[in-house]
């Protein structure tokens, strides 16, 4: 089992910048992916991005040049910045670990709300 803890979530202005963490604790050597989705209000919940063990990144591609996810694996954390934040990014922010044998787990998430 994996468990992940989301942080950094709050409210910012339009234009402002984020910094989410994901702290994972449990069987972190399992883990292989980390990543961040988001759901906003009435929507479907959407990859924002992920990134493995290895260090390869994937990006919503509307999302690429202002988000960037990293990942200390020393501390089995991950963190996705967010830049020019605008109101449309405005939605709760869940953490995602996938392990090597495909299984998922999901934090609580973390709300995150752009005023405009």
């Known amino acids: 089992q994996v468990q992940l803890v989301e942080s950094g979530g709050g409210l910012v202005q339009a234009g402002g910048s984020l910094r989410l963490s994901c702290a994972a604790s449990?069987?972190?050597?399992?883990?292989?992916?980390m990543g961040w989705y988001r759901q906003a209000p009435g929507k479907q919940r959407e990859l924002v991005a992920s990134?493995?063990?290895?260090?390869?990144?994937t990006y919503q591609v509307s999302l690429r040049g202002r988000f960037a996810i990293s990942r200390d694996n020393a501390n089995s954390t991950a963190y996705l910045i967010m830049n020019s934040l605008k109101s449309e990014d405005t939605a709760d922010y869940y953490c995602?670990?996938?392990?090597?044998?495909?299984?998922?787990?999901w934090g609580q998430g973390t709300q995150v709300t752009v005023s405009s």
């Open positions: 449990g069987n972190i050597f399992s883990i292989n992916s």
């Open positions: 995602n670990a996938v392990n090597f044998a495909g299984y998922e787990f």
């Open positions: 990134i493995a063990k290895s260090g390869r990144t």
